[in-house]
Nanobody, 124 residues
Framework: QVQLVESGGGLVQAGGSLRLSCAAS????????MGWFRQAPGREREFVCA????????VYADSVKGRFTISRDNAKNTVYLQMNSLKPEDTAIYYC?????????????????WGQGTQVTVSS
């Protein structure tokens, strides 16, 4: 079982920045695509961004393009989400997830393992 632990969430004013981290267990981290999702109260969990196993390709939801950056350090078994120019609508619990499939997924059902989530709150 892959264990994922997010950290770095918090309260920030609109326009500010946060960097989330997701630490993964084991030596198999590089075998997984990694994604970030978020879920706001009363909403379904939605795709934010993802990065391929080697870190060579990324994909972003339209809502965060140009503001968020996903990256990974396979030597540290860690994936990051740099969030800039934060908006109140970014407020959500952010989850990292691991995907063992061949293609880079954008759907919740594409991912096999999930972290516990970290709260990001952006005030106006």
């Amino acid at each position: 079982q892959v264990q994922l632990v997010e950290s770095g969430g918090g309260l920030v004013q609109a326009g500010g920045s946060l960097r989330l981290s997701c630490a993964a267990s084991g030596r198999t981290f590089s075998r997984y695509h990694m994604g970030w999702f978020r879920q706001a109260p009363g909403r379904e969990r939605e795709f934010v961004c993802a990065v391929t196993k080697s870190g060579t390709m990324t994909v972003y939801a339209d809502s965060v393009k140009g503001r968020f950056t996903i990256s990974r350090d396979n030597a540290k078994n860690t994936v990051y989400l740099q969030m800039n120019s934060l908006k109140p609508e970014d407020t959500a619990i952010y989850y990292c997830a691991a995907d063992s499939s061949y293609n880079l997924g954008r759907r919740v059902l594409d991912y096999d393992y999930w972290g516990q989530g970290t709260q990001v709150t952006v005030s106006s």
